[in-house]
């Protein structure tokens, strides 16, 4: 039997790709083994959005390669690299990274992992021939509710996608060059793979793309445009989707992540609202707020636009949290666009707020573009906006300090809220006695910057060392 072991990197919706790699090796009778160093052969599942996780991909890539070398198992030891760096830079990769890499598989050989493995594991790579390339031009793939699929997320929440690829021109972002055109699954294969995962005792379905709220209109007869708003008259719809999910037995929470603001309205409005099974909690990336920002990043959106999209989600849905990023250093970025940033920040108090530095993505029209911004301007822009976020961060949290919220024990005395999604936002500390996996109403006596204590009086949290309880 065939020991494969795999390093997945990068986002969930790499995570979904690793899961069903796993899915077909387990079909095909191989073992899948946390340890790398004991496999016959390794995938690494590569991530390739900014420079800093090609950097964390490559590190992984020779890190294997080294470990193979030290241990005599350069023959017998094969190395698969998978996933976005793969898709994008095979070509040139397999001249650089000749030795290294024995194959290298696209994000629509996801399937077709195991022949693949079969097919090099059976044979010697002589010394001057190129690693194998699988990869067949753009990315058109798209899983179905019955794909084999190994869940690698705890057995409480699981990531589901949606939808792949996406149609937005952002000038900053390179991930349409490498999961290609938007494509949408059916409302019947999502709602059928949510069936089988609520059966299976899963407390929370993380519905995932590059653009969740363009789920359904590449479908429509009429092509819809990057600034089309949701609206199911015209065809099936996330709201369709959402209504579908929200009429499924059972008590689970249904979160939305990857939204694009160009494409909300008040029909997704009044869904979220009247769907009591998605989580009052919105995942929004709007990446700048000064029109200036906006006009170049090719965002769809407009500063006035977001700010009364913000008013009528707050109004439309009571409770919702509101989680954002931003990226600052685009070039031409001026103080005055910070300022404005700042400002809109500090006046919009977002629950959950993420910052990049712009990366400066070869490829991309943003890369070209004049007026980049020195990289010490950038850290100084990030550090301002982080630092008034955790302000603001402490005020949210201290807003929650006598409330009863109902939270997922993900581990002994640690739980998420309904505004913490997995992995990307805060926790909530409880007793440690909670049943992991279940939903539990907890009171809320203190907390610490982004995350929250739910203890007895007393009682230190399952990690924190100091924690504030309130009087
Ligand atoms: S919406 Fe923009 S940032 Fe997001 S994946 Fe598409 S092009 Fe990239």
Known sequence: MIKV???SLGCAKNLVDSEIMVGHLHQAGMAVI????????????TCSFIDSSKEESIGHILEVHQN????KRRKEQKLIVAGCMSQRFSKDLSTSLHDEVDAFIGLDQITKVAPIIEGIYAKDRPKDEAP??????????????????FRLTPKHFAYMKIAEGCNHPCTFCIIPQIRGRHRSRTVASVVAEARQLVKEGVKELNLISQDTTFFGMDTWEQRPNPRTPVDSSRGTALTTLLRELNAIEGDFWIRLLYTHPAHWSDELIRTIAECPKVARYIDIPLQHISDHMLGKMQR???GDYIRDLLKRIRAGIPGIAIRTTFIVGFPGETEADVAELAGFIRETKF???????YSQEEGTRGAKMPDQIPAKVKEARWHTLMGLQRQIAAEVSKSYVGKTLKVLVEEPGVARGEADAPDIDGRVYVPRDLPVGEFVDVKITGYQDYDLLALPKGEKPAEFKVAKQAQ
Do not use: C, Q
Request: glycine residues 6%.
């Open 300 to 302: 769809e959106t407009s």
């Open 132 to 149: 194998a390339n699988f990869i067949e031009g753009k990315s058109t793939y798209i899983p179905d509710y019955d794909t084999p699929r």
């Open 351 to 357: 629950e959950r707020l993420g910052v990049f530095r």
């Open 34 to 45: 946390p340890e790398a160093e004991k496999a016959d052969v390794v995938i690494v599942n």
């Open 5 to 7: 072991s795999l390093i």
């Open 68 to 71: 193979r070398g030290m241990k």
